[in-house]
């Protein structure tokens, strides 16, 4: 096939159609016009319009070049391209990273009915928010239990379980929806410079991170991700709204309301005023009947006790309950034998006998009554000059 004629240097290039076709006369004619008018615009004679557009191409093909380079890993500018290197062998074999998306109502429903079985959730801590954790084989018994074939018949659109396979897939509908992820323990302060703090630690409250891989082993442990619906949630946010506008227009209530709300408002002013005497009323009496029947006596024991509302008022009196203080009675005992053993060899008489019971036999002991009795002497000591 026989090129098309290259146009001498600063002539305008003429644009070749499809098959090698050259354009006719008219439309040449157009192109020089259109051509000429640009080139006007931009301030330049027709030639240097042409260069101006030849180096903007060249460098725009230069960037496009550069750019294939750092994507494939390649040599240097102008480099031939190597072939770009292929996935390591057996990388196919191994768990794709789960890619977030729309959830699938399937996966809905079976959230909502694992929510509704007793998993035994704990609380955990992550990205600083608590959330809901269960165990994985919790979940699987859920599953596997007749509450499942229940939910299956009124929605037929859950899967069906027949084996393990069939189980860990549907379980698996969870991560993939983004519903509940796989999570593990962590230390909080892993990678800090400080010490670990002795703070008082939350029994059952972890600290966790999201892992890459999502399984479904019985032993693993998911975080909840999906909090149910939300009607609720809004219907009383709703009525929080309804209850403060209706507040905020007291001033427009009809007259037999704001009566009604002027009295209740006294009758709770009196109740609170009347709980505060009463409070004030048992201390008097504790202070007057701890001096004249100790050890005092109290009204309403319970008033400040963290009990119920109910139990704060039983019973209506009760004496006041002192420590009693606890005998040392080992102690007491060595402390005598150990006075009479003294007291026996200043005198120069034996001590007293001692008994030693045990669980079995009983053993008594006395001491050896060899040591004669020595009568006291008298020295007399001469006075010192």
């Known amino acids: 096939m026989q090129n098309p004629p290259q146009p001498p240097p600063g002539a305008i290039p003429i644009p070749v159609g499809p098959g090698g076709q050259m354009p006719s006369p008219q439309q040449i004619a157009a192109m020089q016009q259109q051509l000429a ?3 006007q615009k ?5 030639p240097q319009f042409v260069e101006h557009i030849k180096a903007q191409r060249l460098a725009q093909l230069q960037q496009a070049q550069r750019q294939q380079q750092q994507q494939g890993g390649q040599g240097p500018q102008g480099g031939p391209q190597g072939p770009r290197p292929g996935p390591p062998p057996g990388a196919q074999g191994q768990p794709q990273p789960i890619r977030p998306g729309p959830p699938n109502p399937v996966a809905i429903a079976l959230a909502n009915f694992l929510r509704s079985q007793p998993l035994k959730p ?3 801590i992550i990205n600083g928010e608590r959330k809901d954790m269960f165990r ?23 899967p069906e379980i027949t084996d393990r396979a069939s189980l860990e897939n549907t379980f698996k509908l ?37 892992e890459q891989q999502q399984d479904a082993a019985d032993d693993m442990y998911y975080v909840w991700l999906y909090e149910g619906s939300q009607i609720m949630r809004k219907v009383y946010g709703a009525l929080a709204l309804v209850l403060i506008f209706t507040v905020v227009l007291y001033p427009l209530w ?29 201390v008097i009496l504790f202070c007057i009947t701890y001096f ?24 209506v009196w009760a004496w006041h309950e002192t420590a009693k203080p606890k005998k040392k009675k080992k102690a007491s005992k060595s402390i005598n034998a150990d006075s009479a053993a003294h007291l026996a060899g200043q005198t120069g008489h034996p ?13 008594v002991q006395t001491a050896p009554q060899q040591r004669a009795y020595v009568a006291p002497k008298v020295e007399e000591l001469a006075d010192d000059e």
Request: net charge positive; glycine share 6%; aromatic share 10%.
């Open 37 to 39: 008018a640009e080139a």
């Open 42 to 46: 931009h301030g330049m004679t027709v």
């Open 122 to 124: 704990r609380t955990c």
């Open 136 to 158: 994985v084989k919790r979940a699987l018994r859920a599953l596997q239990s007749p509450a499942y074939a229940k939910a299956r018949a009124k929605n037929p659109a859950l």
């Open 174 to 210: 969870l991560p993939m929806s983004m519903l509940a992820l796989r999570v593990s323990k962590i230390d909080p302060h892993e990678g800090h410079d400080h010490p670990p703090k002795k703070g008082k630690r939350i029994k059952g409250l972890w600290t966790v991170k999201i």
């Open 254 to 282: 009809p007259l037999v309301l704001r009566q009604g709300v002027y009295y209740l408002s006294w009758g709770f002013l009196m109740l609170l005023g009347l709980f505060f005497l009463m409070a004030i009323f048992r």
């Open 292 to 315: 004249v029947v100790p050890p005092g006596l109290w009204l309403y024991p319970n008033l400040w006790e963290d009990v119920s509302f109910m139990d704060s008022f039983r019973p």
């Open 351 to 363: 001590p007293p006998a001692t008994a030693t019971t045990t669980a079995t036999t009983t053993q």
